[in-house]
């Protein structure tokens, strides 16, 4: 049994994705700081907020963040989770957690923001996250700002609006999604099986 931890930062419903990994076989708890033992096979950062509020939440535990997860707690960020990965972000002031070189910025006016919809995407290269997913596979986005990661290294699957959009970021132990895998179908719950087979290795 996998069992997993959520970071609840207070700003929404996170029982979407509670429910998904359950039916993929773990036990999850939701905790609000990391003061207690890491006992957990693996983090879940999920998207729901905004940047300064859930990086304050983050800070404020009596454990650092990354000494709670070090280089050895898979840890999967998706959509505000991911956009946390990084050193800084245009939505706020605070620093990121500065896993991952880069910044966050929004996304151009051209397009509607924030983008909500299903869109397909462009896989760059492999990785443990997209095992078994099939390139061009649709998935549920709800985001008005985008990853610009230094090294593009990271970024295994890409959309694209017009312009390149990151959807999917591995680098060491981080794993980032600009969609909810929660709420994209069969193609997420490829995805957060994936990441449960990571967590129990």
């Given amino acids: 049994m996998v ?10 419903n996170i029982f979407s994705l509670k429910n998904s990994l359950e039916k993929a076989g773990a036990t999850v708890d939701v905790i609000t700081n990391f003061d207690k033992p890491n006992i957990y096979s693996g983090l879940l950062l999920p998207g ?5 509020p859930a990086i304050k939440s ?3 535990s009596k454990t650092n963040f ?4 070090k280089d050895n707690t898979p840890v999967l960020g998706i959509c505000l989770g991911m956009e ?3 050193e800084k972000s245009e939505e706020g002031n605070e620093k990121g957690l500065g896993v991952i070189e880069g910044d966050v910025i929004v996304l151009p006016q051209s397009m509607k ?11 760059k290269k ?4 997209l095992e078994g997913v099939k390139n061009e596979s649709w998935v549920y986005f709800v985001h008005s700002y985008r990853v610009n990661p230094i090294n593009c290294d990271a970024i295994t699957a890409e959309s694209d609006y017009g312009i390149k959009v990151p959807a999917v970021i591995e680098q060491d132990n981080f794993f980032g999604t600009q969609f909810h895998p929660e709420k994209s179908g069969n193609v997420g719950k490829i995805m957060i099986q994936n990441f449960l087979n990571v967590c129990k290795k």
């Fill in 48 to 52: 729901v907020g905004n940047f300064d």
């Fill in 3 to 12: 069992n997993l931890a959520i970071f609840d930062y207070g700003a929404g």
């Fill in 84 to 86: 946390m990965f990084f």
């Fill in 58 to 60: 983050i800070s404020k």
């Fill in 126 to 129: 492999s990785g443990k996250i």
């Fill in 113 to 123: 923001v924030p983008h909500m919809g299903w869109n397909n995407l462009e896989i």
């Fill in 66 to 69: 990354h000494e709670y997860v």
